[in-house]
């Protein structure tokens, strides 16, 4: 599902005659397999949310290559990419993300607009998905009238509407209580095995981690160990 290979990433920091270069990624070859979950783990600064924002497509690498599905995207226009991120993969981010004048409902039905489905489509599907996470009653509720679990599923179904084979989760228990981020995680395993999604989730919570089939462990920038799969 996810091809790295030589990937390098150099911020430039600085006026124009005063610029120094912070290496923040050296030298990344990795592989997430399709139906894996993946778990990236190291300390705040080492480089693992710059290695999902790369394979993503938000920033772009200074040097190496990364496949997606088989997609060499490395060289891709914004378009292309924007197109990827909506058909074949999703996002789940610490802080929810949700569009607080929408309903949940309408929170899990908008990648569905984005992607011009009908609408009689995009309610029964957005509806499916609703239940699947367990918040059926809660349809009509506003970010702001759910806890900080409901929301997370709530970006959880949103992520996982149209069915995207990859979903990128960057530290997504952050925000939770352990009893909440337990319920999360038994339902990103339980998604995992049921659809067959990929995972690749940033972390730096133990517990979080051992959901991973294999843990990737990013150092100072550098791969310290792929991980095993289980």
């Not at 349809?139 to 069915?163: D, F, T």
């Not at 990859?166 to 925000?175: C, K, N, Q, R, V």
């Not at 999360?184 to 989730?201: C, D, H, P, V, Y």
Request: hydrophobic content about 40%; proline content about 3%.
């Amino acid at each position: 599902m996810i091809q790295v290979n030589g990937l390098s990433h150099d911020f430039v920091l600085g006026k124009k005659n005063q610029r120094t270069t912070l290496s923040v990624l050296k030298d990344i070859s990795l592989q997430v397999d399709k139906g894996e979950i993946v778990t990236v783990v190291g300390k705040s600064g080492s480089g693992k949310s710059t290695l999902l924002n790369l394979i993503s497509g938000f920033i772009r690498p200074t040097k190496g290559d990364i496949w997606i599905d088989g997609n060499h995207v490395s060289d891709f226009s914004e378009a292309a990419f924007a197109d990827l991120r909506l058909n074949k993969m999703g996002f789940i981010f610490q802080n929810f993300q949700l569009l607080p004048a929408m309903t949940a409902f309408q929170n899990v039905e908008l990648p569905l607009t984005l992607s011009g489905m009908s609408a009689k489509n995009r309610r029964q599907l957005a509806g499916e998905m609703m239940e699947k996470v367990g918040l059926k009653a809660y349809q009509e509720h506003y970010p702001s009238e759910l806890s900080g679990g409901q929301q997370q599923r709530v970006s959880i179904a949103r992520a996982m509407v149209l069915n995207p084979p990859l979903i990128m989760a960057d530290e997504p228990t952050g925000s939770l209580d352990s009893d909440t981020e337990a319920e999360l995680l038994a339902l990103i395993r339980q998604l995992n095995k049921e659809i067959g999604i990929t995972f690749m989730i940033i972390t730096h919570d133990e517990e979080v981690a051992r959901i991973g089939d294999r843990t990737i462990i990013i150092k100072d920038g550098s791969l310290v160990e792929a991980g095993a799969s289980v």
